[in-house]
């Protein structure tokens, strides 16, 4: 099929990546030139593994295309994917700007019957905007032609009229086909995930969305390697938007519940991991997400949860629950920085040293991690802080220039007072602790274990004054 997905960030690249792989010729529209040049040279703009390998044989096979261009995209596809952001506005509420740009573009564009799909988490009831938007982008697109048709006829014969486009309008219809993948794990989630739904009030656009997505449905494209096939959820449209916030919520949630439990086992003496394996056996619980640590961030969880609370505010519903969810995040993400004060008291001109900056490993996404909330809030009470992450370094030196970053956490943590654990990438369980504790400072010894990625037995024996969440 011909597809069009419009931004190429972590969602709308992928997408496009991997619906190229299974056979549609896809074009990429994103309004960055500087990103549209650098795709065209195979420059990946962020970090997802397998992506750069994806892009290139599918742009090599001629299925993957870059463009600046949302009209020429839109002309030439039947599918087009809106993947833009909706990031948080000061108040909480999603910021629908560039969804609104590209439907008006869309309309503007269209020139045939198109399915528009919206992948961008949007709020319930976007769906009906996004059509009403297309069809003012079209209409506005026939008044320019119009007015451009009468300036051209009065640059001939003088006088005035008015007049607007006639005929009748393009056709298209709008789904929801809300995005679930997780960054690090992407590429994985696209081909191999939990389920697909598309929400849509329009039964040919289903069609074309199941259509679109057969080999998926079916595990068809990879040799049907994998033996359960991925459940086509088909709901209305506000469902379908619903689900994606419902499902981020609940994620939230979930964790939220776990550092509350943590924090209450630290009171009383009990060890989360424990009791996280102990209650993740009951199937109705199950083991995922029940990781204590310093609090959730990253691009889709904040946001979210605030711009759900926000949308059951406008239909004036207080959710009570989801705001306790962030409230308990909000005092988890001050954690680290509460138990390098208890252990160091003033951290002026103190050195800390902090262990991963994403706001999960395998990634380099640095939205609302909580590892640069500590680096800010260390640097602000003059704390030197310097920092090791395996990809995010760069893009964290942009973003808090003041930050030390290291190619290599053994010499990160040379002269350190403190090391915090921030990030639970795979390979610091690898580190030789023992040579990082050598690099410290003779001073306290203080490792902050904020994601419980070592055992406390072993590092108290290395010598380190170890604390971890809950345990
Ligand atoms: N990142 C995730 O893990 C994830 C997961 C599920 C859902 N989502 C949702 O998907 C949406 C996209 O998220 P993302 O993380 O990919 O965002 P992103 O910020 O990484 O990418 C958005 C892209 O859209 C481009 N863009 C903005 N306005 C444009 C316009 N008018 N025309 C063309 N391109 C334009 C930007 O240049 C950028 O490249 C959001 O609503 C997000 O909540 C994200």
Same mark, same amino acid.
């Given at each position: ?252 949630? %979930? ?67 989801? %705001? ?148």
């Amino acid at each position: 099929m011909k597809v069009c997905v419009i931004g190429t960030g972590y969602v709308g690249l992928v997408s496009g990546a991997c619906l190229a792989e299974l056979g549609n010729d896809v074009v990429c529209v994103d309004n960055n030139d500087a990103k549209v040049a650098g795709l065209r040279q195979g420059i990946i703009p962020i970090y997802e593994p397998g992506l750069a390998e994806l892009v290139q044989k599918n742009t090599q096979r001629g299925r993957l295309a870059f463009t600046t261009s949302l009209a020429d995209g839109v002309g030439c596809s039947d599918i087009v994917f809106i993947t833009v952001g909706t990031p948080p506005q000061p108040n909480g509420e999603a910021d629908l700007s560039y969804v609104e740009a590209v439907a008006r573009g869309i309309g503007a564009s269209l020139n045939g019957y198109k399915v528009i799909v919206n992948k961008s988490t949007v709020p319930v009831g976007c769906g009906d905007w996004v059509a009403m938007l297309v069809r003012e982008g079209i209409q506005e697109a026939r008044t320019k032609q119009a007015i451009a048709l009468l300036a051209e006829e009065q640059g001939h014969e003088g006088g005035v009229a008015t007049m607007t486009g006639t005929g009748p309008l393009p056709d298209f219809d709008v789904v929801s086909c809300p995005e679930f993948l997780r960054e690090g794990s992407a590429i994985q989630d696209t081909f191999f995930g939990d389920r697909i739904v598309v929400g849509s009030n329009a039964e040919r656009a289903i069609e074309k969305m199941r259509e679109l997505y057969t080999p998926l449905i079916a595990q068809t494209f990879a040799g049907g390697k994998q033996a359960r096939k991925i459940p086509f959820i088909v709901t209305d449209l506000n469902s379908a938007e619903m689900i994606k916030y419902a499902a981020n919520c609940f994620l939230a949630t %979930k964790i939220s519940f776990i550092n509350e439990v943590a924090n209450i086992c630290e009171r009383v003496g009990a060890d989360v991991e424990r009791v996280a394996e102990g209650i993740g056996f009951d199937h109705r619980i199950g083991h995922a997400f029940l990781r204590a640590g310093i609090g959730w961030g990253g691009s889709c969880f904040p946001k979210d949860v605030s711009a759900m609370t926000h949308i059951a505010r406008d239909y004036g519903y207080d959710s009570k629950l989801l %705001k306790s969810v962030i409230e308990v995040n909000q005092a988890q993400r001050q954690i680290a920085l509460l138990k390098l004060q208890t252990h160091l008291k003033s951290l002026k001109g103190k050195t800390i040293g902090i262990l991963g900056l994403a706001f999960k490993p395998e990634t380099d996404d640095l939205r609302d991690a909580p590892a640069m909330t500590l680096a800010a809030q260390l640097l602000k009470l003059g704390a030197r802080v310097r920092a090791f992450d395996p990809i995010a370094e760069a893009h964290a030196k942009l973003e808090l220039p003041a930050l030390t970053t290291y190619d290599d956490p053994y010499a990160m943590a040379d002269d350190c007072d403190a090391i915090v654990v921030a990030t639970e990438w795979s390979q610091f369980k690898d580190l030789d602790m023992g040579r990082v504790r050598l690099a410290m400072r003779p001073s306290s010894f203080l490792l902050v274990d904020g994601r419980n990625v070592f055992e406390p037995a072993k590092m108290k024996a290395l010598g380190f004054t170890y604390v971890s969440i809950g345990r």
